[in-house]
């Protein structure tokens, strides 16, 4: 098994650019939910964006056999129903005319896979072979080991083993040459749903690929503010200098959801809110806020301090600082099992034991059918209640809105228009597609753009999946609270608001 502290491979890691190589985006689960909404959208998205190599193919895969015809006509609804703004018909056609589709394949049959793959990467670099009307081959002749095949399992969580293996045994996790560094495998969260099944996955993983060629997906890692979070904290000195304890009061990460569960009751009566966001969501985020600063930007340092801040995240402690909630009538939706004691809300306090957070709460939010939806990252300000105003001084903050493109608000006392001296609150916004020049990509294009550039910087690796099972594994067992009922449209249950004492949740403090 191989991880980033492993010894390297002899095998090289690092693949032609994806500009110059061309590709074939493998989509198992291709006509799902996951694909149709998020994959194929995003890649018609990288190809307005000019972010594709020149050649390039999608290859559907599948349970049932379906024509070349049919799959076009599923691509086709995918982008007239979920294709992001901007995407034409020029993008259309574009995937249309790039796409095939082939049997899924398993551990005791390629299912036309393989032979599919031998087929498009020699179709995709033919070209270069002979140029048309020259009498010698291209001086840089591109072959079919040079390829880039990435293995995008938008499938369900309890058949990332299976397919796993299955890519190993047709010898899919290789290119022809032998060489792993053209082949890539992106796996959807949750990734394990305890740190047994954690283990048992990586370790199934691990026996097939190369850490190098794993790429964990966690989507709010791919969005554009959740980016920012780092720049404007290392690049400010406004703001890294108040990035501590010392002038940090809470750190709040609250993703209330209007949503309802009914369209994916099944999935999500068997997972609940904690399992669904915790671990693969809010965890990671805290990560990104709460980590010291790297030596530099590249990949190995970014990822190693994210990492090594939710290391020292302390175990959840259920009974003192977490509240689970159910909303009222939950149980009379289709697919939900009668008595579910399913969470649909959480609300945790999470301590991070170092010199940098000692003793400042971070406070997680999430939940369904809630008074708004947001998502948002908040750094409320400690007070000097001592010095020239008082205790009149209102709490300062550093907020971002990661929802769509992003914004950060700047919270802070001024003075009351008029004739006293009289203070108040006045906020300063800076929405992030404000920023010129630029356009923002959606966070699962962007995060299929650094797959395709072998980018890991925004993936999760087995190091920092560990830490975060281990700080949430508290919530599996017999210590795990009841589940308190709140009113579909409020802000969850009461109980929670005592955890975000004394300055109470910063969503939804009007109400």
Same mark, same amino acid.
């Given at each position: 098994m191989t991880t980033d502290q492993d010894t390297p491979s002899a095998t090289p890691t690092s693949a032609p650019p994806a500009g110059a190589a061309p590709l074939v985006l493998?989509?198992?689960?291709?006509?799902?939910?996951?694909?149709?909404?998020?994959?194929?959208?995003?890649?018609?998205?990288?190809?307005?964006?000019?972010?594709?190599?020149?050649?390039?193919?999608?290859?559907?895969?599948?349970?049932?056999?379906?024509?070349?015809?049919?799959f076009v006509e599923h691509v086709r609804g995918s982008l007239e129903e979920f294709g992001h703004e901007g995407t034409t018909a020029d993008d259309v056609e574009a995937l249309t005319r790039h796409s095939r589709f082939t049997d899924e394949v398993t551990v005791d049959s390629g299912g036309g896979l393989p032979e599919a793959l031998e087929e498009v990467r020699r179709e995709l670099t033919e070209s270069d072979r002979l140029a048309e009307g020259d009498q010698e081959p291209a001086q840089h002749e591109i072959g079919p080991e040079d390829v880039v095949v990435v293995h995008y399992l938008a499938i369900p969580p309890q058949a990332f083993a299976p397919l796993t293996e299955a890519i190993g045994a047709q010898g899919l996790n290789a290119g022809p040459d032998g060489s792993r560094a053209t082949v890539r495998v992106v796996y959807e969260k949750p990734y394990g749903t305890s740190p047994e099944t954690f283990r048992e996955l990586d370790a199934v993983v691990h026996r097939t690929l190369e850490e190098e060629q794993v790429f964990r997906i966690d989507h709010f890692l791919g969005?554009?503010?959740?980016?920012?979070?780092?720049?404007?904290?290392?690049?400010?000195?406004?703001?890294?200098?108040?990035?501590?304890?010392?002038?940090?009061?809470?750190?709040?990460?609250?993703?209330?959801?209007?949503?309802?569960?009914?369209?994916?009751?099944?999935?999500?009566?068997?997972?609940?809110?904690?399992?669904?966001?915790?671990?693969?969501?809010?965890?990671?985020?805290?990560?990104?806020?709460?980590?010291? *600063?790297p030596r530099h930007l590249a990949v190995s340092d970014l990822v190693r301090a994210r990492e090594d801040a939710i290391a020292d995240f302390r175990p959840l402690d259920p009974e003192n600082d977490v509240v689970l909630g159910q909303f009222e009538g939950y149980e009379d939706i289709e697919g939900v099992a009668e008595g579910s004691t399913t969470d649909t809300f959480i609300a945790a306090r999470l301590w991070i034991d170092n010199e940098r957070w000692r003793g400042v709460p971070?406070?997680?939010? #999430?939940?369904?059918?809630?008074?708004?939806?947001?998502?948002?990252?908040?750094?409320?300000?400690?007070?000097?209640?001592?010095?020239?105003?008082?205790?009149?001084?209102?709490?300062?903050?550093?907020?971002?809105?990661?929802?769509?493109?992003?914004?950060?608000?700047?919270?802070?006392?001024?003075?009351?228009?008029?004739?006293?001296?009289?203070?108040?609150?006045?906020t300063a916004k800076l929405d992030l597609d404000d920023?010129?020049?630029?356009? *923002?990509?959606?966070?699962?294009?962007?995060?299929?753009?650094?797959?395709?550039?072998?980018?890991?910087?925004?993936? #999760?690796?087995?190091?920092?999946?560990?830490?975060?099972?281990?700080?949430?594994?508290?919530?599996?067992?017999?210590?795990r609270p009841a589940v308190q009922p709140y009113a579909p449209g409020s802000w969850?249950?009461?109980?929670?608001?005592?955890?975000?004492?004394?300055?109470?949740?910063v969503l939804g403090r009007e109400a």
């Open positions: 493998v989509l198992h689960g291709a006509r799902g939910d996951l694909a149709r909404r998020l994959v194929i959208p995003s890649l018609a998205t990288l190809h307005r964006r000019g972010l594709l190599p020149d050649r390039w193919a999608l290859l559907g895969t599948g349970r049932g056999k379906i024509s070349r015809e049919e969005k554009e503010a959740t980016q920012n979070l780092h720049v404007m904290r290392f690049a400010n000195e406004l703001f890294s200098s108040v990035w501590d304890r010392h002038h940090v009061e809470q750190v709040q990460i609250d993703v209330p959801e209007t949503l309802d569960v009914a369209q994916r009751a099944g999935f999500y009566d068997a997972t609940g809110a904690a399992l669904d966001m915790v671990v693969s969501h809010l965890f990671q985020v805290a990560g990104q806020v709460a980590m010291e *600063p971070f406070l997680l939010r #999430t939940g369904k059918r809630m008074a708004a939806s947001a998502q948002r990252v908040t750094l409320v300000l400690r007070r000097d209640p001592v010095h020239l105003f008082g205790d009149v001084v209102p709490a300062s903050a550093i907020s971002l809105s990661l929802a769509g493109d992003g914004a950060i608000e700047l919270t802070t006392a001024v003075k009351k228009p008029g004739p006293d001296l009289d203070l108040a609150q006045g920023v010129h020049p630029g356009e *923002p990509l959606p966070a699962y294009a962007s995060l299929l753009h650094d797959v395709l550039e072998g980018d890991r910087t925004l993936f #999760t690796t087995p190091l920092g999946l560990e830490a975060a099972w281990t700080a949430f594994e508290p919530l599996l067992g017999d210590r969850g249950p009461r109980a929670a608001d005592a955890l975000a004492e004394p300055h109470g949740w």
